[in-house]
């Protein structure tokens, strides 16, 4: 069980090279996390399947795919930085184990206590959107990611960085590490339906997403209250639990890569999205709704309690048979279980989009593009199950098409778990090939290696006409 939490620790911390992806498509990124109303085609898979039938104005395809090149990685931590890494947890610059000092353990206490990471990382292995002119758009997104969090307590960290002091009760309550892998197919289909009789909206699209779920991995902290003391008579006690729920491929629980799975459940998205009439000559405004990721997973494979008893008394530290009687006591009793069931995280968006269009007076309706986009998005986590995040977060984002090939994008993210962030990006359009390149933090451009919310994110896409 140590070596798995450890393993899944590790992921966190270079999650970068296995996996990388965002949750939300690199172009919603960089304007902010905004989607619910201006995402488009393959970008709108689990955003608002909706909007899997839109594209910018005139520019519409028959079909849009891609194949592994739609990858992001997101950390969100108040202390993690890849300085702070390799500044305290690596060996010297002569191969050596590095030696804390007492400046180096007082500066991983004061940063790192009781602070909470999460990371998400997500890759598509291939995305495929069908626009038919009759029966609506058709989308298949095959996706897999991992999520997770974990949080060291003040009284953890003090007791590794400087040992076991007398008369002190360490309180491991706080300690916790949360960890999952899924991989999804996603079966969206949208239709637009045209309201010539309705004096306020010109038209309205509806989405719905039918998504298998397979789990891989699972590992949860369901129950910790460990404490621990030492008195001045060389006594130590202990008292309290924890409890640590895992299902996964492995039983002797390494993990490993395949296509097979731990668990399966469905997950259901549904979106709206509708355009109000004669709201402006020089642009058109839309409207988004959408609530994703409704539904379940049922993990059935190596499903296994660990329960560690924390209630002991050691008498005689210098005693070799108490110490070895510990070891069998702190030792994690695995019990098999059976099945369980775990919610999806759903969420739930709105938004706005404003398109602002060239309106040349040379162009005919046919012909004309967007200038620029402004979005907002509010968005509210409805779930904490399996790293689902409850924060409500507001997103701005805006989106100016330069030229035709060339789309600078920015935005503005408060609340969630970064509190503040501005994100930037570059939308490229070389057809049939698009690109977008982006971070949902600035500074992960300019301070890589010392910011400790890191995100980008790159998305290659083809489409054919």
Same mark, same amino acid.
Request: glycine share 8%; charged share 15%; proline share 3%.
């Given at each position: 069980?140590?070596?798995?939490?450890?393993?899944?620790?590790?992921?966190?911390?270079?999650?970068?090279?296995?996996?990388?992806?965002?949750?939300?498509?690199?172009?919603?990124?960089?304007?902010?996390?905004?989607?619910?109303?201006?995402?488009?085609n393959i970008g709108a898979f689990s955003q608002n399947?909706?909007?899997?039938?839109?594209?910018?104005?005139?520019?519409?395809?028959?079909? =849009?795919?891609?194949?592994?090149?739609?990858?992001?990685?997101?950390?969100?931590?108040? =202390?993690?930085?890849?300085?702070?890494?390799?500044? =305290?947890?690596?060996?010297?610059?002569?191969?050596?184990?590095?030696?804390?000092?007492?400046?180096?353990?007082?500066?991983?206490?004061?940063?790192?206590?009781?602070?909470?990471?999460?990371?998400?990382?997500?890759?598509?292995?291939?995305?495929?959107?069908?626009?038919?002119?009759?029966?609506?758009?058709?989308?298949?997104?095959?996706?897999?990611?991992?999520? @997770?969090?974990?949080?060291?307590?003040?009284?953890?960290?003090?007791?590794?960085?400087?040992?076991?002091?007398?008369?002190?009760?360490?309180?491991?309550?706080?300690?916790?590490?949360? &960890?999952?892998?899924?991989r999804e197919i996603n079966l969206s289909y949208a239709?637009?339906?045209?309201?010539?009789?309705?004096?306020?909206?010109?038209?309205?699209? #509806?989405?719905?997403?039918?998504?298998?779920?397979?789990?891989?991995?699972?590992?949860?902290?369901? &129950?910790?209250?460990?404490?621990?003391?030492?008195?001045? !008579?060389?006594?130590?006690? !202990?008292?309290?639990? *924890?409890?640590? $729920?895992?299902?996964?491929?492995?039983?002797?629980?390494?993990?490993?890569?395949?296509?097979?799975?731990?668990?399966?459940?469905?997950?259901?998205? %549904?979106?709206?999205?509708?355009?109000?009439?004669?709201? !402006?000559?020089?642009?058109?405004?839309?409207? @988004?709704?959408?609530?994703?990721?409704?539904?379940?997973?049922?993990?059935?494979?190596?499903?296994?309690? $660990? $329960?560690?008893?924390?209630?002991?008394?050691?008498?005689?530290?210098? *005693?070799?048979?108490?110490?070895?009687?510990?070891?069998?006591?702190?030792? *994690?009793?695995?019990?098999?279980?059976?099945?369980?069931?775990?919610? %999806?995280?759903?969420?739930?968006?709105?938004?706005?989009?404003?398109?602002?269009?060239?309106?040349?007076?040379?162009?005919?309706?046919?012909?004309?593009?967007?200038?620029?986009?402004?979005?907002?998005?509010?968005?509210?986590?409805?779930?904490?199950?399996?790293?689902?995040?409850?924060?409500?977060?507001? @997103? #701005?984002?805006?989106? $100016?098409?330069?030229?035709?090939?060339?789309?600078?994008?920015?935005?503005?993210?408060?609340?969630?778990?970064?509190?503040?962030?501005?994100?930037?990006?570059?939308?490229?359009?070389?057809?049939?090939?698009?690109?977008?390149?982006?971070?949902?933090?600035?500074?992960?451009?300019?301070?890589?290696?010392?910011?400790?919310?890191?995100?980008?994110?790159?998305?290659?896409?083809?489409?054919?006409?």
């Amino acid at each position: 069980m140590k070596k798995l939490i450890l393993t899944f620790l590790l992921l966190a911390f270079t999650g970068t090279d296995i996996y990388s992806q965002l949750i939300p498509d690199v172009r919603s990124m960089s304007m902010g996390n905004t989607s619910v109303a201006g995402s488009y085609n393959i970008g709108a898979f689990s955003q608002n399947p909706a909007n899997i039938l839109n594209d910018k104005i005139n520019e519409k395809a028959n079909i =849009y795919f891609n194949v592994f090149l739609d990858a992001g990685f997101q950390l969100n931590s108040d =202390y993690l930085s890849l300085n702070f890494y390799d500044d =305290y947890f690596t060996k010297t610059d002569d191969g050596s184990q590095r030696v804390l000092s007492p400046q180096d353990k007082q500066t991983i206490l004061s940063e790192a206590s009781d602070q909470f990471t999460n990371y998400i990382a997500n890759v598509k292995f291939i995305s495929v959107i069908l626009n038919t002119k009759s029966i609506g758009s058709f989308g298949l997104s095959i996706d897999e990611r991992a999520t @997770g969090n974990f949080l060291p307590s003040k009284d953890f960290l003090e007791l590794a960085l400087y040992g076991n002091e007398v008369s002190r009760i360490y309180d491991f309550s706080e300690n916790s590490v949360n &960890q999952y892998w899924i991989r999804e197919i996603n079966l969206s289909y949208a239709r637009k339906f045209e309201l010539k009789n309705n004096s306020t909206f010109e038209n309205i699209a #509806i989405g719905v997403s039918v998504k298998p779920q397979f789990g891989v991995y699972y590992l949860n902290t369901r &129950q910790n209250d460990l404490m621990i003391t030492t008195t001045d !008579s060389n006594t130590i006690q !202990s008292s309290g639990s *924890s409890e640590f $729920y895992y299902a996964g491929l492995s039983d002797n629980n390494e993990l490993q890569y395949s296509l097979g799975n731990a668990g399966f459940g469905f997950g259901f998205d %549904l979106g709206f999205n509708t355009q109000i009439k004669n709201f !402006s000559k020089n642009g058109i405004l839309n409207i @988004g709704l959408s609530i994703t990721d409704l539904g379940y997973i049922t993990w059935n494979k190596n499903t296994n309690k $660990y $329960y560690n008893d924390g209630t002991f008394i050691i008498t005689d530290i210098t *005693s070799q048979e108490q110490i070895d009687s510990l070891k069998d006591v702190i030792k *994690s009793t695995k019990t098999p279980v059976p099945d369980f069931t775990t919610s %999806l995280p759903p969420v739930l968006r709105a938004g706005f989009t404003y398109k602002f269009l060239n309106k040349s007076s040379k162009l005919k309706d046919s012909a004309q593009t967007e200038q620029a986009v402004i979005s907002l998005d509010i968005i509210q986590g409805l779930s904490n199950d399996l790293g689902g995040i409850t924060k409500t977060m507001v @997103g #701005i984002g805006a989106e $100016y098409n330069a030229t035709g090939a060339l789309s600078p994008q920015a935005g503005f993210t408060f609340g969630g778990l970064q509190d503040f962030a501005m994100s930037i990006g570059l939308g490229i359009n070389a057809d049939p090939v698009i690109i977008d390149i982006g971070t949902n933090n600035i500074l992960s451009l300019f301070t890589p290696r010392n910011t400790t919310n890191f995100s980008a994110g790159l998305s290659v896409k083809f489409k054919v006409n």
